[in-house]
């Protein structure tokens, strides 16, 4: 069966399971209380609470398959059955327990240095390429730490951290500038994230690119795809690793893998404005777009941290040598960017996952489109949980990390079918789905039996022959 797909964009350029209704305009920049969680009394909270309206379940949706073949429904509970299933007990806050394990962790990165600094050394190992091998050991090993430091700052950043924003910001801006993470500038992008997750024109993150998109960037019109050969294995490789390298220092610098509909921000400030170089989206600019006015001091109190900690670093490799700073910082730093792209590549990029267009999407449905997975030991002890309950996350992001498992059990019933966790394999299996993720996610259409407001809900689809095929588009000269 061949159909005329819609574009999402440009049409044909070439280039060298249902809720609370629907958003009511997809030109809306910032979301209508229907969709969007209400505030907490904080005014930088990133709540998670949505809509609560029902939705007609019968208005003709057809076929929806995602990039298994599995059939596709949209959510039909509310917001309020998903808070009201939790126990009250898992809304508390503890300051102290919070600090405790900021102390765990920075404990745990001192004993480290401490230990290999002052045993890992000639005297005591001689063999230099036994040397080598530990301090490899140790970029490793430090770089877990560091996520989990990152994992902490992320939970003030969402006020789970404690009761006082002042402790969570406060904390939070120290953890972030040791990692040379703007603390603030982050935090307001992630919180319109949140507001906006599964949303084509408005999520911040990992958001996929269309059929006509894809096709564009490799010289080809959409309708060519279906003659395109295989991507080689090593092609998907080389893009993982430039991605694990690179994504995200190319995320704040340049905003990629963020929606780039600017001109559409509500003060103006991002007309003639784009991702990439020269685009002016930056996580660092009180101008970018990102950004509303009264956002400035924030985001200039965060590049203070960045350049604090730019100077300290200054410090340590002017006296202790470059190679050593390199050796102690900033291989494990690629370390911490590492887990955490794989982390939310992962948590927002399976062949299960679906995502919206803006007439069709709530906030319950996109806070449904995030998976959970199993990182053993690393990801429940060493970061926090943050791979094992990111469902729940999405829902109640005030909720502390050490009572998510026993929200996400409570929650479980109410999701029902809806509720995603890919946990075969473990840790191994974590990893795997890397892989399998790059190959089967590469671009996003409507299922081919699609109807009504079931084209504005779209799944992975690939060239690589793996899961439902793409669908047949028909030359518009045809």
């Known amino acids: 069966m061949s159909t005329a797909l819609k574009a999402r964009n440009s049409p044909l350029q070439k ?49 929806l398959l995602d990039t298994y073949g599995n059939e596709f429904n949209i959510p039909d509970y509310t917001i309020k059955q998903i808070r009201d299933a939790i126990p009250a007990h898992c809304f508390v806050r503890s300051g102290a327990r919070g600090l405790a394990y900021v102390a765990r ?21 001689s063999p230099a390429p036994a040397r080598a091998a530990l301090w490899a050991v140790y970029t490793f090993v430090q770089g877990l730490f560091g996520t989990g430091l990152w994992v902490l700052a992320h939970e003030c950043g969402h006020q789970s951290f404690s009761p006082s924003k002042t402790l969570n910001d406060t904390v939070g801006w120290f953890c972030h500038s040791a990692l040379l993470v703007p603390y603030f500038s982050w935090k307001i992008s992630h919180g319109k994230h949140h507001k906006a997750t599964g949303h084509l024109e408005r999520d911040m993150v990992f958001v996929p690119k ?56 509500s003060e103006g400030r991002g007309k003639g404005k784009r991702n990439g170089l020269g685009g002016g989206v930056n996580h660092f600019d009180p101008s970018s ?91 429940r002890s060493l970061l926090h949980g943050i791979v094992e309950t990111h469902v729940l996350h999405h829902y109640v992001s005030t909720i502390p990390f050490y ?20 946990v075969e394999g473990g840790s191994l299996g974590f990893l795997k789905s890397m892989w399998k993720s790059a190959r089967m996610c590469q671009w996003i259409e409507p299922s081919e039996g699609a109807e009504g407001e079931g084209k504005g809900v779209l799944f992975f689809r690939n060239r690589n022959g793996l899961g439902v095929p793409p669908q047949n588009v028909v030359s518009p000269k045809a």
């Open 15 to 63: 280039a060298a399971n249902q809720d609370s209704g629907p958003s009511s305009s997809s030109n809306s920049v910032s979301a209508s209380p229907f969709d969007t969680p209400r505030q907490s009394p904080s005014s930088t909270s990133l709540s998670s609470l949505g809509s609560d309206t029902a939705l007609d379940l019968n208005n003709g949706r057809g076929t």
């Open 105 to 125: 962790d920075v404990a745990s990165l001192a004993a480290t240095f401490y230990i290999f600094h002052n045993y890992v050394t000639p005297e005591n190992i």
């Open 210 to 265: 269309s059929r006509e998109e894809y096709a564009s960037r490799m010289g080809y019109y959409a309708h060519e795809l279906s003659e395109v050969m295989e991507e080689t294995p090593i092609a998907t490789a080389t893009h993982m690793i430039a991605q694990q390298l690179a994504g995200w220092l190319l995320y704040l610098a340049i905003n990629v893998t963020g929606h780039n509909h600017h001109e559409r921000q």
């Open 289 to 379: 777009p990102l950004y509303e006015a009264k956002d400035g001091k924030l985001i200039l109190l965060s590049d203070l941290g960045l350049a604090i900690m730019a100077g300290i670093l200054f410090m340590i490799g002017k006296n202790f040598g470059w190679t050593n700073l390199a050796v102690w910082y900033f291989i494990p730093y690629l370390w911490v960017n590492h887990w955490l792209v794989a982390i939310t590549f992962l948590q927002h990029t399976d062949p299960s996952l679906p995502h919206y267009e803006a007439h069709t999407w709530t906030f319950a449905r996109g806070a449904a489109a995030t998976i959970d997975r199993e990182f053993g030991f690393i990801g």
């Open 403 to 422: 009572h998510a498992d026993e929200a996400t059990e409570a929650i479980k019933p109410i999701m029902g079918k809806h509720y995603r966790a890919d």
